[in-house]
């Protein structure tokens, strides 16, 4: 039998990448022949998490279906943002914290979703039912997903189930948990290396809305400015990318983690469903979102109400 790989969404983040590595030991415990693989590289944020605890990056795969028959998921549900071949292997388990949408399998399955801040939180809670320890490493995978997912507890997704965690495995990895978690999350504010297209997939999703495909991209900086001194930059290559992919809507959520707003620019049409989810006015393309963070909980719900599911 091959063997059952296990993969965060398209675009991996920490929680993607690390939660996939966390539960590929969990499954191993279990006696699963499982390995952790990605759909994408590390972002910088993460390969800092992976350099401190001394993990490879899980391989980088673009189908599934060529190598196994059998595979996990976490973070994620929605086929968009999945595997290309989703269809043509056997889903097994899916261990999330998003919304379920677009997401059908032919067989039964294992499926863990809770409305958590972060899905290593559950894979976490997992460990403790099945009395499996946590091993160093693992630990500081975890940890690294809480704090990116929740912007150190800043986010309004951010349960106390995530702090209660956050903190355990923190003592498990070793870690000051304030410290290295302002650590972590400024190494992946470094985007002037990046091109515009780079920085705009550096944690992009797309999300089917009525009958529109909405992109929508966020990246994470201490200096909105920064950012935006590259708009024209930024618009042309998100021009760019709808043509390519056929999006009608293309959103790109600058969030400052130090001051916990974000700054909104959006390319495409229509225009008039994002005015209204955020009660906002668009200049030159662009509006100010005071206490905006979690595109999960803060920004696709509200345009998902507007556009109609």
Same mark, same amino acid.
């Given at each position: #039998? ?37 759909? =994408? ?32 998921? +976490? ?7 999945? +595997? ?56 500081? #995978? ?31 990895? =070793? ?12 190494? =992946? ?19 089917? #809305? ?42 790109? +959520? ?36 005071? =206490? ?18």
């Amino acid at each position: #039998m091959s063997k059952i790989l296990v993969f965060g969404h398209q675009n991996p983040d920490t929680d993607a990448i690390g939660a996939a590595i966390a539960f590929a030991a969990l499954q191993k415990e279990l006696g699963k022949d499982v390995e952790a693989v990605a759909l =994408g590289t590390p972002n910088e944020e993460t390969q800092f998490a992976l350099d401190t605890f001394k993990l490879s990056a899980p391989r980088v795969i673009e189908t599934a279906a060529n190598e196994t028959d059998e595979v996990m998921l +976490v973070d994620h549900n929605e086929s968009q943002q999945s +595997v290309a071949d989703l269809k043509d292997v056997t889903v097994l388990a899916v261990v999330d914290h998003h919304r379920i949408a677009n997401f059908e399998t032919a067989n039964p399955l294992y499926y863990r979703a809770e409305p958590v801040g972060c899905t290593s939180t559950i894979i976490f809670k997992l460990y403790k039912e099945h009395h499996i320890e946590v091993a160093k490493p693992i630990a500081g #995978m975890m940890l690294s997903a809480i704090i990116s997912d929740t912007l150190l507890f800043k986010s309004p997704t951010c349960t106390e189930e995530d702090k209660a965690a956050a903190k355990e495995l923190a003592a498990i990895a =070793g870690v000051d948990l304030e410290v290295y978690g302002l650590a972590m999350l400024k190494a =992946g504010t470094n985007l002037s290396t990046k091109t515009a297209s780079e920085l705009l997939d550096l944690d992009a999703k797309s999300f089917p #809305m009525g009958d529109k495909n909405v992109r929508i991209a966020q990246v994470n900086t201490v200096d909105l400015k920064e950012v935006f001194d590259r708009q024209a930059e930024l618009e042309s290559a998100m021009e760019a990318m709808m043509q390519a992919n056929n999006y009608d809507l293309f959103l790109l +959520v600058a969030t400052d983690i130090l001051d916990s707003n974000s700054e909104l620019l959006v390319v495409g049409t229509p225009i008039a469903p994002v005015k209204a989810a955020f009660n906002v006015t668009l200049k030159d393309h662009r509006a100010f979102l005071p =206490g905006v963070v979690s595109r999960k909980k803060q920004i696709v719900p509200q345009l998902t109400a507007q556009f109609g599911i």
